[in-house]
């Protein structure tokens, strides 16, 4: 027959493995849901990546018509400035 001590070790092998596959089994399911989540925030960076750009444009828009005026008033300073000089 086998001894105690031959049975004491089969069944801590047992427990051990059907431990470790459970624990398996659960780091398969967060590995999974934080698969779902890591996609979940690459999605959010994206849209804001779409929203920063909409909202940029214009911007830049805005600055490039400021950029104008100020040149368009400055070229009618030095005409008006001229036209004062010539008369």
Avoid: W, Y
Avoid at 10 to 34: C, D, K, P, S, Y
Avoid at 36 to 52: F, R, S
Avoid at 53 to 69: C, H, Y
């Amino acid at each position: 027959m086998t001894d105690p001590a031959q049975t004491a070790l089969f069944l801590v092998i047992i427990a051990l493995t059907i431990l470790l596959i459970v624990l398996g089994i659960q780091v398969f399911f967060i590995l999974r849901e934080l698969r779902k989540t890591v996609e979940k925030a690459n999605k959010v960076l994206e849209d804001t990546g779409v929203i920063t750009e909409s909202v940029s444009k214009p911007i830049a828009n805005i600055s490039s018509l400021t950029t104008g005026l100020k040149a368009g008033a400055l070229i009618a300073n030095l005409l008006k400035k001229s036209k004062g000089k010539d008369k």
